[in-house]
């Protein structure tokens, strides 16, 4: 009996034990998480109250650069290549005579052509006075006049063969690599050179189709080119009379000076492209920005609480983005620890 009364009384103290060890281990965990904070606790949050500004809208984008003309130089007529009068990579005149291709054969037909002109020209001659005296019928002397006229265009054409054969520079430009040499059999099919118009070039670009009526001809446009630093500027002088309908966009072009010869065809451009100036404009850190699926939303502080909000947001900077509805003058912005707040989180704000 007395066995069974020790059992019994070392099972309550073992569950006495138990149930004390329970109370001070959850009394520790609260004590910890009053110190450490939990997630009823407020976080510390940065923010800045919203004002209106009057904002540049300018939009970036990316074009490539093309040269004002180019072409390639190519023999209209085949032959021999018997003399070649530029150099390689230089500037040459509008009207300069590039290559020469042997015209020998062409001046012995030239020739030919025009003894036979001539012959015919008399037998129009004579068929007329022939004709005037009723010894010939009329029949005749349009055959004759049709023979001579038939000449004359024989002539004609062998005469703008010949001019075909002394090609020149439709327009002045750098001409690039050539492809032949002297002695070298050519053909219309064979490239000779390129001739590249660099003192002015083209700048093309896009845009989305929602800003088409904020871009006019004669706008200024500023744009950089990988490795440099400088600032360039071009005008705007064409646009594209329909939006892209694959890509929902408009097609742009402008032109630039280029003196100096630094730009080269073929390269990629930065583009700024100045739109309407905005006034009273909020304009907030890209920081403050959460991408979400459905757009893009923001925190506000309401009442040491964060609020949700969406927004719809345009045009940016390299710190800032423009915003057209959702935020108002007026409001606080959380503008760090956003992206751990949920909507009503409990916030300590401090105002930048």
């Known amino acids: 009996m007395k066995v069974k ?22 009394k520790s965990k609260n004590e910890e998480s009053k110190k450490f904070g939990d997630k009823d606790s407020p976080t510390i949050v940065t923010g800045i109250v919203l004002k209106t500004a009057t904002f540049d809208n300018n939009l970036s984008l990316s074009g490539s650069i093309d040269a004002n003309e180019q072409i390639e130089i190519r023999s209209e007529v085949s032959g021999i290549v018997e003399g070649i009068y530029f150099t390689e990579g230089t500037y040459v005149n509008k009207g300069q005579v590039l290559f020469k291709v042997n ?20 037998n129009e001659r004579r068929a007329k006075l022939l004709l005037q005296k009723e010894a010939i019928s009329q029949e005749e002397f349009d055959v004759a006049r049709a023979d001579h006229a038939s000449a004359q265009a024989q002539t004609q054409l062998i005469k703008a063969q ?18 032949i040499s002297p002695g070298t059999y050519i053909t219309p099919t064979i490239l000779v050179a390129k001739l590249v118009n660099t003192g002015k070039l083209k700048i093309t670009f896009s845009i989305p189709e929602k800003y088409a009526t904020q871009v006019r001809s004669g706008s200024v446009i500023d744009f950089t080119v990988s490795g440099s630093t400088k600032i360039y500027k071009a005008k705007i002088y064409a646009i594209e009379p329909e939006v892209e309908v694959a890509t929902r966009t408009l097609q742009i072009r402008a032109i630039a000076e280029n003196t100096d010869g630094k730009l080269l065809p073929g390269t990629f451009a930065d583009v700024k492209l100045p739109l309407d100036i905005i006034k009273d404009a909020i304009v907030v850190p890209s920081e403050a920005i959460i991408p979400v699926k459905d757009g893009k939303k923001v925190f506000i502080s309401n009442m040491g609480k964060a609020k949700e909000i969406m927004v ?28 751990s707040l949920k909507n009503d989180s409990p916030i300590q704000l401090k105002i930048k």
């Open 5 to 26: 009364n020790l059992i019994y009384a070392l099972l309550i103290i073992a569950i006495v034990g138990f149930i004390g060890y329970r109370v001070l281990s959850n």
């Open 162 to 179: 010949i001019a075909k054969t002394a090609v020149k520079a439709p327009f002045s430009g750098k001409i690039g690599l050539r492809s």
């Open 312 to 339: 719809e947001a345009t045009t940016r900077t390299d710190a800032s983005i423009l915003i057209l509805s959702g935020l108002k003058a007026g409001d606080t912005l959380i503008t760090s620890g956003v992206m």
């Open 103 to 122: 015209d020998i054969e062409l001046k012995a037909q030239l020739r030919q052509a025009s003894t036979k002109e001539g012959l015919t020209a008399e």
